[in-house]
Every structure is written in structure tokens, then in C-alpha cells.
């Protein structure tokens, strides 16, 4: 029964039951980085003026000290992989939720942990982010997964030993 200990379901009033293993997630472009995320939400600036300000700064440099070439893809391959192997990452909860499609008539996920249960509106929920993974390891301590708010306000402590999504 090993296995089981790191499979999460999303269950009750769906048209699906979803089985969630966070073992394959590494692998996942939706993936977020953790240590960062939060923080880019947050970031209100103006795309634009960063945009011109880059452009302007770019050309600059490429006047005075000539065009520099692009890292190439073996480069780039191998930062992704150390990323990986060292990095914290989760993924958003929203298409898991979505892929699940919950009955008209909910509007409360119901996270049950191995210390009881939390209740949260369909809404909140669609902006969870799931942490799978802490330095390049999986939360097999207080996991699988920990569940993060869409604001990051929980970010020191979030909820954990998480073993189903309910939904009511």
C-alpha cells in the first residue's frame, strides 16, 4: 500500500473522479517555480515601459559592445535539468479541477488531511497552487502535496498531509 500514500483524489459531487499522482508532475509544463511565483504575482508594472526600457538598454549595449550570442539549447537543457533536481515547484489546481467538472450545484471544496478537514469556496479553490516538491524532492514527510492560497498569504505555512479533495 506504499503507493497509495502519494496519490490525492478529487471526489465527491463530479462528474469525474480524478486521481492525482504528484510523482509525475516534475515532467509537467504547468509547473511553477515556488520560490518565485508568489512574488511575480504580486509584481503591477507597466509591461510596456519595461519593454522599451529592455529594448532601449539592448540596443545600447549591442552599439557599444557588439551582439552577443543566444545560449545555445544544450545550455539551456542542462540548467533545466539542475533546476529540476534542486528546485521547488507546484502546479496550479485549477485545470485538475476543472478536469474533474463539479456538479452545478457545488460550491465548496473540502480539503481532507490526515488531521481533519478544511473548507473553501469553488472559487478560492480554483486558485490553489499544489507544491509537490522541495529542493529537488518529493514531500513525502507532509505531503504528497501542499496547498498553497492563489495569494501566497499561507506561503510559511501551508496545509499539508493533504489525501483528498472533496467536493461538496
Known amino acids: ?26 515532467f509537467d509544463d504547468r509547473k511553477v517555480d515556488l520560490e518565485t511565483y508568489f512574488q511575480s504575482q504580486k509584481q503591477q508594472t507597466d509591461e ?9 538598454k539592448h540596443w545600447d549595449r549591442e552599439i557599444q559592445e557588439g551582439s552577443v550570442s543566444p545560449p545555445t539549447l544544450k545550455t539551456e537543457q542542462k540548467y533545466e535539468k539542475q533546476k529540476i533536481l534542486t528546485g521547488t515547484f507546484g502546479i496550479p489546481f485549477e485545470s485538475f479541477l476543472k478536469n474533474a467538472e463539479p456538479n452545478e450545484d457545488t460550491g465548496t471544496v473540502i480539503i481532507e488531511t490526515e488531521t481533519g478537514e478544511q473548507a473553501f469556496s ?47
Open 48 to 56: 510596456l515601459e519595461e519593454y522599451t526600457k529592455a529594448a532601449s
Open 1 to 26: 500500500m506504499k503507493g497509495l500514500e502519494s496519490i490525492v483524489f478529487i471526489k465527491g459531487k463530479v462528474n469525474y473522479t480524478i486521481t492525482l499522482d504528484p510523482g509525475v508532475w516534475i
Open 122 to 168: 469553488l472559487t478560492d479553490a480554483q486558485m490553489f497552487i499544489l507544491g509537490f516538491s522541495f529542493n529537488g524532492k518529493p514531500l513525502s514527510e507532509d505531503g504528497p502535496v501542499h496547498v498553497y492560497f492563489g495569494d501566497g498569504s499561507n506561503l510559511k505555512n501551508p496545509i499539508t498531509k493533504v489525501k483528498a479533495f472533496r467536493i461538496e
